[in-house]
């Protein structure tokens, strides 16, 4: 079983910076990929971008290329996602999501892990 983790939610300004994290525990992850998830009041949980474990490979949904990041640290056992140039409509719970065999990394329910989500709040 593994456990997820994240940390680093908070509020900013609209064209601040914050940094989540996704600490892993239990057994080690070493599945095929694992991602960041967003949802919004209101809003279905959306896809945000994926990082695969074997390449470090990574994949983002277009409404955060170019400003978001997303990387992991094989010897903390942790993910992260480094977000810029935040927008108000990135205001969401950010959950951290595991998926142990290939296939789709953009939909929800092909994923087998979820941490409890961490707030970020973007003000206008």
């Known amino acids: 079983q593994v456990q997820l983790v994240e940390s680093g939610g908070g509020s900013v300004q609209a064209g601040g910076s914050l940094r989540v994290s996704c600490a892993t525990s239990?057994?080690?992850?070493?599945?095929?990929?694992m991602a960041w998830f967003r949802q919004a009041p209101g809003k279905e949980r959306e896809f945000v971008a994926a990082?695969?474990?074997?390449?470090?490979?990574?994949f983002y949904a277009d409404s955060v290329k170019e400003r978001f990041t997303i990387s992991r640290d094989n010897a903390k056992n942790t993910m992260s996602l480094q977000m810029n140039s935040l927008k108000p409509e990135d205001t969401a719970v950010y959950y951290c999501?595991?998926?142990?065999?290939?296939?789709?990394?953009?939909?929800?329910?092909?994923?087998?892990?979820w941490g409890q989500g961490t707030l970020v709040t973007v003000s206008s």
């Open positions: 999501a595991a998926k142990v065999v290939p296939g789709s990394v953009v939909a929800s329910r092909a994923y087998d892990y």
């Open positions: 239990g057994r080690t992850f070493s599945g095929f990929a």
């Open positions: 990082i695969f474990w074997e390449s470090s490979g990574n």
